[in-house]
């Protein structure tokens, strides 16, 4: 089985255009977490989909959103990169919402930002 | 919010030795504690977890400790081997999931 695919793997912005990572889960996961991961901050959650709907969300500000589609792929955005975006944003998939489900995770996309 | 304090930031050991990783959370209705192994450049792995009505869980040399009254976890991994040798993260999950800042672990061969 396939696990969690992120395209692109590296990416390469400046200051003030937006950016689109997608995800795809391991077949049958329906749920899906986005991270960033930062060597200053560590691995910090910023939103999960499941069911096409937003279900929780981390402390991130409305410059990040995401979206969830039907086959349960799901893409998140940027607006209006700043410096401190650059950073490894990881997803996550699992089978079902639910705070006890194991997630597993893709090999994230690198964002650097000039 | 939830917050995961982890323990030690860096732990050096030398192979064969056991080695012991600590985690506090704040939030109460934390009720699943999974452990990830992150080698440098690739993604985190799930490699052990435990949620909140069980207090200890072993898969081969690794095993997790839950006191929930004390609001602390633990990840023992015996008999380490060189390749144990990468970053390993403890997370709660109440609300969100909230991860520890990571451990370093080193096993010298």
């Not at chain 1, 329906?30 to 060597?39: G, I, K, L």
């Not at chain 2, 081997?81 to 990571?102: L, M």
């Amino acid at each position: 089985k396939a696990g969690v695919t992120q395209t692109p793997r590296y990416l390469i912005k400046t200051r003030g255009q937006q950016v689109t990572l997608s995800c795809s889960p391991i077949s049958g996961h329906r749920s899906v977490s986005w991270y960033q991961q930062t060597p200053g901050q560590g691995l910090q959650f910023l939103f999960e989909y499941f069911s096409e709907t937003q279900r929780n969300k981390g402390n991130f500000p409305g410059r990040f959103s995401g979206r969830q589609f039907s086959n349960s792929r799901s893409e998140m955005n940027v607006s209006t990169l700043e410096l401190g975006d650059s950073a490894l944003y990881l997803c996550a998939s699992s089978l079902s919402q639910g705070g006890d489900q194991p997630q597993h995770f893709g090999d994230g996309t690198r964002l650097s930002i000039l | 919010g939830e917050n995961v304090e982890q323990h030690p930031s860096t732990l050096s050991v030398q192979e064969g030795d056991s080695a012991v990783i600590k985690c506090t959370y704040s939030d109460s209705a934390s009720n699943y504690f999974p452990w990830y192994k992150q080698e440098l450049g690739k993604r985190p792995q799930l490699i052990i977890d435990i949620r909140s009505n069980v207090g200890e869980k072993k898969d081969q040399r690794i095993a997790v400790t839950l006191n929930k009254t004390a609001k602390h976890f633990s990840l023992h991994i015996t008999e380490t081997q060189p390749e144990d040798s990468a970053v390993y993260f403890c997370a709660a999950r109440g609300y969100i999931p909230t991860f520890g800042r990571g451990t370093s672990l080193i096993v010298h061969p």
